[in-house]
């Protein structure tokens, strides 16, 4: 069975960090893109990251740049999406999601409605 894990979300102040975790199983995700994420109440889900498959290349929404850094470890089939500096608009619960598509994804891999598989979200809370 095709299972995407998220965990890692939590609380925490404006200006610290987490690590968000997302576990696959049942495929292997170098093969595919993931996308991070993330939904508040009344919003729209908003892409935040990608990595592409075949680790050609990553990409960053504005709001994220230079704060979080989506990284692979191949060996435990798991992407993580390292949130740095948080600020109370970060606040959301965090998904990823997978999609069997090489090349690039910068150019779409932060549309949710491209991706096929999606975990459960874990929630980060910012706040002081």
């Known amino acids: 069975q095709v299972t995407l894990v998220e965990s890692g979300g939590g609380l925490v102040q404006p200006g610290g960090s987490l690590r968000l975790s997302c576990a696959a199983s049942?495929?292997?995700?170098?093969?595919?893109?993931i996308g991070w994420f993330r939904q508040t109440p009344g919003k729209e889900r908003e892409g935040v990251s990608c990595v592409s498959a075949n680790d050609e290349g990553t990409y960053y929404v504005d709001s994220v740049k230079g704060r979080f850094t989506i990284a692979r470890d191949k060996a435990k089939n798991t992407v993580y999406l390292q949130l740095n500096n948080l600020k109370p608009e970060d606040t959301a619960v965090y998904y990823c999601?997978?999609?069997?598509?090489?090349?690039?994804?910068?150019?779409?891999?932060?549309?949710?409605?491209?991706?096929?598989?999606w975990g459960q979200g874990t929630q980060v809370t910012v706040s002081a």
């Open positions: 999601a997978a999609k069997f598509r090489w090349g690039p994804c910068g150019g779409w891999g932060t549309s949710s409605y491209e991706y096929d598989y």
């Open positions: 049942g495929f292997t995700a170098d093969y595919y893109a």
